[in-house]
């Protein structure tokens, strides 16, 4: 697919001839050092999107990224969050006591010591969390590593959750165990927490572990302990493999301007951010905000996110975009080229959570969020659609986006009679599988109080990308009106 990237690749066979073959030759060394996700980088150049396409998909083909699948079973995973004097104190163990498990060669390629470690944990409810990472022994000062023999190493960090990690002690010893301790809490913790997968990656060698639901033994609030993962061994440890959704981002189309708080010109559109202080290293969310006819991007994000609101997102490190309306009947005609593009730039200047890219919008804005949520369903997590109810074709119908649906009845009209296109919009995707609330507050053209002042936001945070179950299933959470229903 022009234009976008991919997180895993299709394995791509035989042989390709001609200028294609030669520009990969010219480039393999540089490819080598390139992960996947930034071979978007290297299309760009290129004359022809369809010569760049086919260069990345060879160049991919033959890396030996990720060469070295070796699923495990797992002992036990255990995650809480307990309250203390001074404040939460948050601890993760996964223990494997795989003896078919060993060590990458010491010195070599992917040597953690040498390299670094990445931990990624998934589940049911929460999707896949945000990465755990241990730095490599020239950045780990204060901690360190040691190998006390070939393929064994250990990793140990006295003053975590301080940097330079929040892992306490990574341990590998070939042929006993997989043991890691770290303080954090990478799930919600809500209970409900379900099935989970853990990813231990050492440069291209990954280590994986899926524990069923059968195997939980705690879910509660502030508690998930799981112990014997599944009996079933995995084919390899790739996102498909352990059932794990990620979004597909898009790119850009030509040099990016420098984004900053205030206007900001994209293709042929005006856009105003809000960027939080820490963006640039903190993997915040990513919000798009849409204004009603006549209105301004200022206006939009005032009553859709007020004060508090608003400054929860950039306190995370979020950012949020509204564009300036083109002041027809729907505002925004034609914007989809102008967010891929936006959202492209952004992801190359702060480190957004790709897993947090929603929408949220009102009237016209409303319209354009629903429209965004399927055309757009490469990437976009969740969305909040007051008076909405636009639809398109499913850019990627395995992505079941939740939505949280508004309107004010049959007098919620303004040009247009919005309840029947909110309702269809939500029959439609409820029927695809997505989760959906639909709510009709009788009020009219307007936006309620009660969604602005919070719900609107925590449905937002609640749901990231690739979230298997909404954690509404089963009751809303206190503080939806009565008027609230959701689906199954």
């Given at each position: 697919?022009?234009?976008?990237?991919?997180?895993?690749?299709?394995?791509?066979?035989?042989?390709?001839?001609?200028?294609?073959?030669?520009?990969?030759?010219?480039?393999?060394?540089?490819?080598?050092?390139?992960?996947?996700?930034?071979?978007?980088?290297?299309?760009?150049?290129?004359?022809?999107?369809?010569?760049?396409?086919?260069?990345?998909?060879?160049?991919?083909?033959?890396?030996?990224?990720?060469?070295?699948?070796?699923?495990?079973?797992?002992?036990?995973?255990?995650?809480?969050?307990?309250?203390?004097?001074?404040?939460?104190?948050?601890?993760?163990?996964?223990?494997?006591?795989?003896?078919?498990?060993?060590?990458?060669?010491?010195?070599?390629?992917?040597?953690?010591?040498?390299?670094?470690?990445?931990?990624?944990?998934?589940?049911?409810?929460?999707?896949?969390?945000?990465?755990?990472?241990?730095?490599?022994?020239?950045?780990?000062?204060?901690?360190?590593?040691?190998?006390?023999?070939?393929?064994?190493?250990?990793?140990?960090?006295?003053?975590?959750?301080?940097?330079?990690?929040?892992?306490?002690?990574?341990?590998?010893?070939?042929?006993?165990?997989?043991?890691?301790?770290?303080?954090?809490?990478?799930?919600?913790?809500?209970?409900?927490?379900?099935?989970?997968?853990?990813?231990?990656?050492?440069?291209?060698?990954?280590?994986?572990?899926?524990?069923?639901?059968?195997?939980?033994?705690?879910?509660?609030?502030?508690?998930?302990?799981?112990?014997?993962?599944?009996?079933?061994?995995?084919?390899?440890?790739?996102?498909?493999?352990?059932?794990?959704?990620?979004?597909?981002?898009?790119?850009?189309?030509?040099?990016?301007?420098?984004?900053?708080?205030?206007?900001?010109?994209?293709?042929?559109?005006?856009?105003?951010?809000?960027?939080?202080?820490?963006?640039?290293?903190?993997?915040?969310?990513?919000?798009?905000?849409?204004?009603?006819?006549?209105?301004?991007?200022?206006?939009?994000?005032?009553?859709?996110?007020?004060?508090?609101?608003?400054?929860?997102?950039?306190?995370?490190?979020?950012?949020?975009?509204?564009?300036?309306?083109?002041?027809?009947?729907?505002?925004?005609?034609?914007?989809?080229?102008?967010?891929?593009?936006?959202?492209?730039?952004?992801?190359?200047?702060?480190?957004?959570?790709?897993?947090?890219?929603?929408?949220?919008?009102?009237?016209?804005?409303?319209?354009?969020?629903?429209?965004?949520?399927?055309?757009?369903?490469?990437?976009?997590?969740?969305v909040v659609a007051y008076s909405g109810g636009f639809r398109a074709p499913f850019q990627n119908p395995d992505n079941r986006f939740?939505?949280?649906?508004?309107?004010?009845?049959?007098?919620?009209?303004?040009?247009?009679?919005?309840?029947?296109?909110?309702?269809?919009?939500?029959?439609?995707?409820?029927?695809?599988?997505?989760?959906?609330?639909?709510?009709?507050?009788?009020?009219?053209?307007?936006?309620?109080?009660?969604?602005?002042?919070?719900?609107?936001?925590?449905?937002?945070?609640?749901?990231?990308?690739?979230?298997?179950?909404?954690?509404?299933?089963?009751?809303?959470?206190?503080?939806?009106?009565?008027?609230?229903?959701?689906?199954?």
């Amino acid at each position: 697919m022009t234009g976008t990237r991919r997180t895993e690749t299709d394995t791509i066979r035989g042989a390709m001839i001609g200028r294609w073959f030669g520009a990969l030759v010219a480039t393999i060394v540089v490819a080598r050092a390139q992960p996947q996700q930034r071979c978007r980088r290297m299309v760009r150049p290129m004359r022809a999107r369809l010569n760049g396409l086919l260069f990345c998909m060879l160049t991919l083909a033959v890396l030996p990224a990720h060469a070295e699948d070796r699923p495990i079973t797992g002992f036990k995973l255990s995650v809480s969050r307990t309250p203390t004097g001074t404040g939460l104190l948050e601890q993760m163990v996964f223990e494997s006591k795989d003896t078919g498990l060993i060590g990458p060669a010491s010195g070599g390629a992917d040597d953690p010591s040498l390299v670094g470690a990445t931990i990624e944990v998934f589940s049911e409810r929460d999707g896949l969390t945000a990465p755990i990472l241990v730095p490599p022994a020239v950045s780990a000062v204060p901690a360190q590593w040691k190998s006390p023999k070939p393929n064994d190493y250990v990793f140990t960090h006295v003053d975590a959750p301080a940097a330079p990690s929040t892992v306490r002690r990574l341990d590998l010893r070939s042929g006993v165990k997989l043991r890691l301790v770290a303080y954090t809490a990478p799930f919600a913790l809500a209970g409900g927490t379900g099935a989970t997968v853990v990813r231990v990656s050492l440069g291209s060698v990954r280590y994986c572990a899926r524990f069923e639901s059968s195997a939980v033994r705690t879910d509660k609030p502030g508690r998930f302990l799981a112990k014997g993962s599944t009996s079933e061994p995995l084919a390899d440890c790739s996102d498909l493999a352990l059932g794990i959704s990620r979004p597909i981002l898009p790119s850009p189309t030509r040099a990016c301007p420098t984004l900053a708080n205030g206007s900001n010109a994209i293709l042929d559109k005006v856009v105003k951010l809000w960027v939080g202080p820490t963006a640039t290293t903190q993997s915040g969310p990513f919000v798009f905000v849409w204004h009603g006819r006549l209105r301004t991007p200022e206006f939009a994000v005032d009553h859709l996110l007020p004060g508090a609101q608003l400054q929860r997102i950039l306190d995370m490190g979020g950012v949020v975009a509204a564009f300036e309306g083109d002041g027809t009947i729907v505002e925004f005609a034609n914007y989809l080229p102008a967010s891929d593009e936006l959202l492209g730039c952004a992801l190359e200047q702060f480190a957004i959570d790709t897993r947090r890219i929603h929408s949220i919008g009102f009237s016209a804005g409303g319209l354009q969020t629903t429209k965004l949520s399927q055309a757009r369903s490469n990437y976009i997590a969740s969305v909040v659609a007051y008076s909405g109810g636009f639809r398109a074709p499913f850019q990627n119908p395995d992505n079941r986006f939740p939505a949280l649906v508004v309107h004010g009845g049959a007098t919620d009209v303004y040009i247009i009679n919005f309840e029947p296109l909110s309702v269809a919009y939500y029959d439609e995707i409820v029927a695809a599988g997505h989760f959906a609330i639909l709510c009709n507050h009788n009020g009219g053209h307007a936006v309620p109080e009660v969604f602005a002042d919070g719900l609107a936001v925590d449905f937002m945070l609640d749901h990231p990308f690739g979230r298997y179950r909404s954690p509404y299933v089963g009751g809303l959470p206190s503080g939806y009106p009565s008027y609230c229903s959701a689906s199954e």
